[in-house]
């Protein structure tokens, strides 16, 4: 088992910046890829990056790159998703996934999740 806890959500002004942690504790991660979706209301929820644990191996959706960057600290067993210039649209609930994903995209390839952390951007 892996126990996920997501941090960092609040409210901030349209081009501010956010970082996210998720603080990972249970087995060992090593095998793990970890993954940062988020779902906005009434959406589906949708892929922003993800990492390999073990290698530090990144994957980003397209409409991410260059504003967001994902992160781990495998001495603290933490993952970050530091966000910038950020959007009214990028408003939602922002997860933390962890599995042994092939297809970093799909949730259903991520078997642990977090509660979520909002993110709410005013324009």
């Known amino acids: 088992q892996v126990q996920l806890v997501e941090s960092g959500g609040g409210l901030v002004q349209a081009g501010g910046h956010l970082r996210l942690s998720c603080a990972a504790s249970?087995?060992?991660?090593?095998?793990?890829?970890m993954g940062w979706f988020r779902q906005a209301a009434g959406k589906e929820r949708e892929f922003l990056a993800a990492?390999?644990?073990?290698?530090?191996?990144?994957y980003y959706a397209e409409s991410m790159k260059g504003r967001f960057t994902i992160l781990r600290d495998s001495a603290k067993n933490m993952v970050y998703l530091q966000m910038s210039y950020l959007k009214p649209e990028d408003t939602a609930v922002y997860y933390c996934a962890a599995g042994n994903a092939n297809r970093w995209t799909e949730t259903n390839e991520y078997n642990y999740w977090g509660q979520g952390t909002q993110v709410t951007v005013s324009s």
């Open positions: 249970g087995r060992t991660l090593t095998s793990y890829s």
């Open positions: 990492i390999k644990w073990s290698v530090g191996t990144t």
